[in-house]
């Protein structure tokens, strides 16, 4: 294991989706670095890891970086945690990544939890082909996002915090059109794990009625998935 970053998935909510490999390297590892200890502390005595973990998170990777790859290049093994799913999806990673392949130093991601693959896959959506979008712009450059993603021809898919959700899927129908079909799902593999179908129209007036609660993946049916149904309807 000497020398090597691994990426370590961790439960996006059920613990029970915590593979053996994970808890393994974990405790094999020399160091452990984490998003947020606060969160991992309970994960990690829940597998019976009996270890310090370090922060690494998106305000102090750069600066922690440089030490990091000090202990990759003495032999030491790395694993990097986020505080739910795969590190670097929409989460700290990709920067520290990035510098230890750039210091010639191998990388190993584990393979597990990420909440935007069962969504998709539960959305009922094409799987075929689709573009994983993480979190929109605030404010800057949100416009232009979304008149592009209107033309995207593939599935569309991102996260949402709770207090957007509404503005974002009355934008959506804004600018892709109030019919196109959607599917958002949150909590997942947690107790109150919901998924909603239909138009963004639908959606919205599902969630404008239920508690906002969670963390909200949304996927969005392309245009040209939306052009096939279009025609398959007059054909009908």
């Known amino acids: 294991m000497g020398g090597k970053l691994f ?35 309970p994960l990690l005595k829940h597998f019976g890891i009996d270890k310090k973990a370090y922060s690494h998170h998106q305000h102090n990777e750069h600066k922690a970086t440089s030490e990091i790859i000090k202990f990759l290049k003495e032999g030491k ?100 059109g109030e019919e196109r079909q959607a599917s958002v799902s949150r909590e997942l593999t947690k107790m109150y794990e919901e998924t909603v179908r239909g138009t963004l129209t639908e959606i919205k007036s599902h969630f404008e009625n239920n508690i906002l609660k969670g963390e909200f993946v949304i996927c969005v049916a392309g245009k040209e998935e939306t052009k096939k149904e279009k025609r398959s309807y007059e054909k009908d």
């Open 7 to 41: 990426l370590v998935p961790t439960p996006i909510g059920n613990l029970e989706d915590m593979t053996f490999r994970a808890v393994r390297i974990l405790k094999e590892a020399d160091v452990i670095l984490a998003e947020d200890t606060r969160t991992s502390a």
């Open 77 to 176: 093994s790395v694993a990097l945690i986020s505080d739910a799913g795969t590190p670097a999806i929409s989460d700290p990673g990709f920067f520290l990544v990035r510098e230890v392949l750039k210091n010639e130093l191998p990388v190993e991601c584990l393979p597990g939890a990420t909440a935007f693959v069962p969504a998709l896959v539960n959305s009922g959506l094409p799987t075929d082909a689709f573009v994983f979008e993480g979190f929109l712009p605030v404010k800057k450059g949100r416009q232009t996002r979304m008149k592009k993603l209107a033309e995207e021809e593939r599935t569309i898919i991102l996260y949402e915090s709770p207090h957007r959700l509404l503005k974002t899927l009355e934008e959506f129908a804004q600018f892709f």
